[in-house]
C-alpha cells in the first residue's frame, strides 16, 4: 500500500461503496478523513459533514465548516444514470467543480485532488468541443444553463463523467503553480449498492457481459487502492492523468478484441 501516513484528507461519498473504501484504506494507513456526504459514514473518520452536491448554497455551507492545511482531496460521491438527468450532471460534475475549486487554496504544497470519473465517458473526445465550451461556463449556475440550453444525446452519466475526465485534464498544468495535483479514477463495474441500477440504466446485458470476460466486478478496494496511491508521494509526477481501473475491458475494447458496449 502506499504511504499515506500523516496526510489530512477530505473524501466525498465516504458513506458506502468506493468512497467508504476509500476513507477505511487512508484511516488504517495513518490518515485523518474529514468525510463530506448526504449521510453519515459507518466507518471511523476525524469529522462528518453534511452536504447536498446538487445545491451550491450547501456545498458553500460544508465548506464554510472546513479549515485549510490538507493534503489530498477525494471526490467520490455520485449518482447513477436512473436519477434524473439534471440532477445527476449537478451532482457529478457541477458540485463536484464547486467543491474542488474552493479547496484549492485549502490543500498544502505537493497537495492531490483525484476524481472518481468512469469508463463509462470513454467518448469524451468526440464530444470534446462541447465539453471544452460547457467549462468556459465557469460557475455552477452558468454550467447549468449551458447544460439546459444544449441537451445532451444518450446517458446523463456518461456525458458527466466525460466531463469530469476532461476537467481533470484541462485543469492539471493550471495547478502547477500552488504545487497540486490533479488525477482521474476511472473505474468500469464495481459491486456497490448502485450496481442494479447501472445495470438499468446501462443494460444488465452489457455488464454481465464485461463479469463473463474478466470473471467478476471490480471491489471497491479494488479502486480505493489506486486512489491511495495517487494521492501519497509516490504519485507526484503523475498529473492530470486519467487512469483506468477496470481489469482491462478498455484495453480489450481499444484493441479491437471486443466492440464498445453501447451504454
Avoid at 471511523?44 to 456545498?59: E, F, G, K, N, Q
Avoid at 455551507?61 to 472546513?66: C, D, G, T, V
Avoid at 449518482?79 to 464547486?98: I, M, Q, Y
Avoid at 476532461?166 to 450496481?195: K, S
Wanted: aromatic share 6%; with cysteine; glycine share 10%.
Amino acid at each position: 500500500m502506499s504511504s499515506v501516513s500523516g496526510l489530512r484528507c477530505v473524501v466525498t461519498g465516504a458513506a458506502s461503496g468506493i468512497g467508504q473504501a476509500v476513507a477505511e484504506q487512508l484511516t488504517k494507513g495513518g490518515a485523518t478523513v474529514v468525510s463530506l456526504d448526504r449521510n453519515h459514514p459507518t466507518v471511523p473518520v476525524s469529522r462528518h459533514i453534511p452536504i447536498d452536491l446538487s445545491d451550491p448554497a450547501s456545498i458553500d455551507e460544508a465548506l464554510a465548516q472546513l479549515d485549510s492545511g490538507f493534503d489530498a482531496h477525494i471526490n467520490v460521491a455520485g449518482l447513477p444514470g436512473t436519477a434524473p438527468s439534471e440532477l445527476v450532471f449537478k451532482v457529478n460534475f457541477l458540485g463536484l467543480r464547486h467543491l474542488t475549486e474552493a479547496m484549492f487554496d485549502r490543500l498544502n504544497p505537493g497537495g492531490a485532488i483525484v476524481n472518481v470519473s468512469s469508463t463509462a465517458g470513454f467518448g469524451w473526445a468526440q464530444r470534446l468541443e462541447s465539453i471544452r465550451e460547457l467549462l468556459a461556463a465557469d460557475t455552477f449556475e452558468s454550467g447549468l444553463d449551458w447544460f439546459r440550453d444544449h441537451p445532451q444525446e444518450g446517458n446523463t452519466y456518461n456525458f458527466s463523467k466525460e466531463c469530469v475526465t476532461v476537467y481533470t485534464m484541462a485543469m492539471a498544468t493550471g495547478l502547477v503553480e500552488q504545487n497540486v495535483r490533479m488525477n482521474a479514477i476511472l473505474p468500469g463495474p464495481v459491486e456497490t449498492p448502485i450496481l442494479a441500477d447501472f445495470e438499468e440504466s446501462m443494460g444488465k446485458d452489457n455488464l454481465d457481459g464485461v463479469k463473463f470476460l474478466l470473471g467478476r466486478h471490480a471491489t471497491p478496494d479494488d479502486i480505493a487502492e489506486p486512489i491511495l496511491f495517487l494521492v501519497s508521494p509516490g504519485a507526484r509526477w503523475v498529473n492530470g492523468h486519467a487512469l483506468v481501473v477496470d481489469g482491462g475491458i478498455t484495453g480489450a475494447v481499444l484493441s479491437g478484441l471486443v466492440p464498445a458496449p453501447e451504454i
